[in-house]
């Protein structure tokens, strides 16, 4: 079946450092691939989406390339801020099966 | 535009109780998802409803129901509560065939 696998956690970075969060997958066909964010006590907010081979979705400085040739969707930041603490899930949706699935998330914790 | 709205909040209940949570989908969706989020970890895809119907199952057992409205609206129930239940309850909606998906802020079920 499909599956998301994504860097353990937790990860603990200074304000402005480099955020890499790597995501592979395994499924069949050619799935859409996503990054949620998650803050305490809320549900999942969709940061940024890929649908085929070489798109690269961005949002918010956030940044993530589908490379089907690796099965990779690593989330990338330039510069991260404190506001940017949250847990990060990669998700995949086989339009095939027309489910999600996720990976088990990475915490992000910025300080000052 | 009211975004997916699920209902209540929080929810308490014991062992052997039988729960029902509410979701409404965002505005022009015809599809609902169903996830089980434990602590730590990420989303768990229950089932998905469109049409009425059950189109899709994850690994639940019997126990976990649902049920889709002309209007789109869902419900999901647990009957037989378990400890093991205790987890938030996220519901998505999306149009089909299913790509983005626009989740709630989540039903926090504790089971006693």
């Known amino acids: 079946g499909d599956s998301v696998t994504q860097m353990e956690g937790p990860v603990t970075l200074s304000e402005e450092a480099f955020l890499t969060i790597n995501c592979t997958y395994t499924?069949?066909?050619?799935?859409?691939l996503f990054w949620y964010v998650q803050y305490p006590g809320e549900g999942l907010q969709l940061l940024l989406k890929?649908?085929?081979?070489?798109d690269k979705g961005s949002n918010k400085g956030f940044e993530a390339t589908y490379r089907k040739e690796t099965t990779s969707f690593h989330l990338e930041k330039g510069s991260v801020q404190v506001s940017d603490s949250a847990v990060y899930f990669c998700?995949?949706?086989?339009?095939?099966?027309?489910?999600?699935?996720f990976g088990d998330g990475t915490t992000l914790t910025v300080k000052p | 535009d009211a975004g997916v709205t699920q209902s209540p909040t929080h929810l308490i209940k014991t062992r052997g109780q039988q729960v029902t949570l509410r979701c409404s989908p965002k505005?022009?969706?015809?599809?609902v998802s169903w996830y089980q989020q434990a602590l730590g970890q990420g989303p768990q895809f229950i089932f998905q409803?469109?049409?009425?119907?059950?189109?899709q199952r994850g690994n639940f057992p019997d126990r976990f129901s649902g049920h889709q409205f002309p209007n789109y609206s869902s419900e999901l129930n647990v009957n037989a509560l378990l400890l093991g239940d205790s987890a938030l309850y996220l519901c998505?909606?999306?149009?089909?065939?299913?790509?983005?998906?626009?989740f709630g802020p989540g039903t926090r079920l504790t089971v006693l």
């Open positions: 998505a909606s999306s149009l089909r065939p299913p790509d983005e998906q626009f």
């Open positions: 499924a069949t066909g050619y799935p859409s």
């Open positions: 890929a649908t085929k081979a070489d």
């Open positions: 998700a995949l949706i086989n339009t095939n099966a027309g489910k999600s699935t």
């Open positions: 505005s022009g969706h015809d599809t």
């Open positions: 409803y469109y049409e009425e119907e059950e189109r």
